[in-house]
């Protein structure tokens, strides 16, 4: 069963109708081609009041949204020969960040993303893309690896926040985090990033510190959730939305603060709809990308990446 969120409700009705309206002519022989067509134009009509007119908090909605596709639809569909790589050799494997190589339009890369799965099975086992220490550590070591043969790297961010559990912070979570950040920095070979879905807190950034950062359109990337942050200023998660247009989180609004370098349209009434097609879309931009940055030379990917985010928040500075 599809699953909708609260203001796509017209929408459900809409679409409920039209599956009626096949159903009944399969059924009965009946030839209602003409209203079906009409009801379908009124139906991308309402996604595109509807998408193009989201607020924040719609957008994190979203963003979450449990059919958008994942890091293992976009590992799926775009990357051959993949070849899985796991544990961090210090502890063990941690689910919740997919990494391996493999080739993505010919060209071998690095590839490294949170997974927050698709059923309660699948969101058990990835610690709904929450990564431990284990997973940092492990983004770390495939990271130098790929520094060491010359893969590009590549990183689907999909992340409420590192997992905040009593192990991970006796397993050092916080220095893990910011020496995932320090590696990003460090390696010298192409680097790029998208926002698939929810980037949150320093466990998105812990792999986004890229040459390119790229954002789905309804993707959110923030240093809190909406949740987080209204807990701790009016100590009620019931300000969740009015959290979440204070802390400027949409594509949109990073894209205008120069935080992002690029926003990746998504098919209409968003990725989940067309799983394929937001998939391709992602995938070409990537490519682009890389062809852009794969003519520099290490030292230089490294000077400018560093320069590109000590640059940030500058321009409001006196």
Request: proline share 4%; hydrophobic share 40%; aromatic share 6%.
């Amino acid at each position: 069963m599809q699953h909708y969120l609260e203001f796509e409700r017209p929408i459900a009705e809409l679409e409920s109708k039209i599956k009626e309206l096949r159903r009944l002519s399969d059924s009965d022989g009946v030839n209602i081609v003409e209203e079906v067509g009409r009801l379908e134009g009124k139906l991308d009509r309402l996604l595109v009041q509807s998408y193009g007119k989201l607020t924040p908090w719609q957008k994190t909605e979203v963003a979450r949204h449990p059919e958008r596709p994942h890091t293992s639809h976009y590992i799926d569909q775009l990357i051959e020969d993949f070849v899985p790589l796991a544990g961090d050799r210090l502890y063990g494997e941690d689910y919740a960040l997919v990494a391996g190589m493999g080739k993505l339009d010919g060209r071998s890369v690095m590839i490294m993303g949170h997974e927050k799965g698709s059923d309660t099975e699948s969101r058990v086992r990835h610690n709904f893309g929450m990564a431990r220490p284990e997973g940092y550590r492990k983004a770390v070591r495939l990271m130098e690896l790929a520094d060491r043969f010359g893969l590009p790297v590549v990183s689907l961010v999909d992340t409420s926040g590192a997992y905040p559990g009593i192990g991970a912070e006796e397993r050092c979570q916080a220095e893990a985090i910011a020496r995932s950040i320090e590696t990003c920095l460090a390696i010298g070979v192409p680097f790029v990033t998208v926002v698939i879905g929810e980037g949150g807190s320093g466990g998105a950034i812990a792999i986004a510190v890229a040459d390119r950062v790229l954002m789905l359109e309804h993707a959110v990337y923030s240093v809190i959730s909406p949740e987080g942050c209204a807990s701790i200023l009016w100590r009620s998660g019931d300000q969740a939305e009015t959290a979440a247009d204070a802390l400027k989180l949409t594509a949109q609004d990073l894209s205008e603060l120069k935080v992002i370098d690029g926003i990746i349209k998504e098919p209409l009434g968003g990725a989940h709809r067309d799983l394929e097609a937001a998939v391709a879309d992602v995938g070409a931009a990537i490519s682009a990308a890389l062809v852009e940055l794969e003519e520099q030379e290490p030292g230089d990917l490294r000077k400018a990446r560093r320069q590109k985010f000590m640059d940030m928040g500058r321009a409001g500075l006196g």
